[in-house]
């Protein structure tokens, strides 16, 4: 008897995805009535690979079919931006309830990193934003369509890189910073920042010893990596500079001022 109701359930999805083919190979979208049935059988095939690549007025309805009508309603997801990084955990984990496809979970991944971003992580307090952008968080004005935000990670405070996303062992004796790269309209070319950058502090210039990418999305528009350098005396030192020359557009130059003073507080919002 399973075995029946297997058999049956494979043919009436052939029968959905052969009468979604015929609709979108042999009904034209003009005709009136019919771009409703069309758009649908789109997303349809689309789910299956078929289709590779919708409109961004598609992408929209097949996001609001996915999440605001089966999960939430439209003000508890859009009401507060987050990380690209964090978009995509947030879709892997509604996924496993919606069921969606890949092919799904990555248009509406994409469709929320572009529409609802955040370059801060949503669940540090507001206590530690605040030291961060005043004396860690670095960032540039998007230049060339490259945005660049750079975050100075001192050893005292390595315990904080959980609560930016960071998972991956860091070398307490290193100088180590967080970078996030993004891009709007086009993609993050495959970098090396380890031949892009240099630390400069006292007339002395310092090659990275590793850059490491620990996220990248699947459009290659976002990426987070971590940007090791040698260790350095920083109770020597008044302040430094990291440039990074991307070839072909303008260097970045990001100051930090020294010494870091000690935070105190928590790290993580409270509920």
């Known amino acids: 008897m399973r075995a029946i109701f297997i058999t049956i359930a494979v043919i009436l ?38 289709v590779k ?40 984990r509604m996924s496993r309830k919606a069921s969606m496809r890949e092919p799904v979970k990555q248009a509406v991944v994409a469709y929320l990193q572009e529409k609802f971003l955040s370059n801060v992580p949503t669940i540090i307090s507001d206590e530690l934003m605040r030291f961060l952008k005043r004396y860690l968080w670095r960032m540039d004005f998007g230049e060339d369509d490259l945005y660049i ?17 960071v998972k991956e062992e860091v070398d307490p004796d290193k100088t180590t910073f967080l970078v996030f790269l993004n891009t709007h309209q086009s993609v993050l070319p495959p970098w ?10 006292k007339g ?17 528009h976002h990426k987070e990596g971590l940007l090791v350098f040698p260790s350095i005396k920083v109770e020597d030192v008044e302040g ?13 130059r990001f100051f930090w001022q020294l010494p870091v003073p000690d935070f105190e507080g928590d790290y993580e919002k409270r509920i």
């Open 240 to 252: 430094f500079e990291v440039v990074i020359s991307p070839p072909g557009i303008k260097k970045r």
């Open 13 to 50: 999805s052939l029968v959905v995805i052969l009468y979604a083919g015929f609709v979108y190979f042999f009904v034209s979208p003009a005709e009136g009535g019919l771009n409703y049935t069309y758009t649908r059988a789109r997303l349809l095939l689309h789910s299956f690979s078929i």
């Open 204 to 220: 002395k210039r310092l090659e990275p010893a590793e850059w490491k990418v620990i996220y990248v999305d699947s459009k290659g």
């Open 192 to 201: 090396d920042l380890a031949k892009l950058s240099v630390l400069m502090y």
């Open 149 to 165: 935000d750079i975050i100075y990670i001192p050893q005292k405070l390595r315990d904080v890189l959980p609560y930016l996303g």
């Open 53 to 92: 690549e919708l409109t961004p007025a598609e992408t929209k309805l097949l996001y609001e079919a996915t999440c605001t009508r089966k999960c939430h309603s439209r003000d508890v997801i859009e009401r507060t931006p987050r990380t690209a990084k964090e978009w995509e955990d947030i879709v892997e």
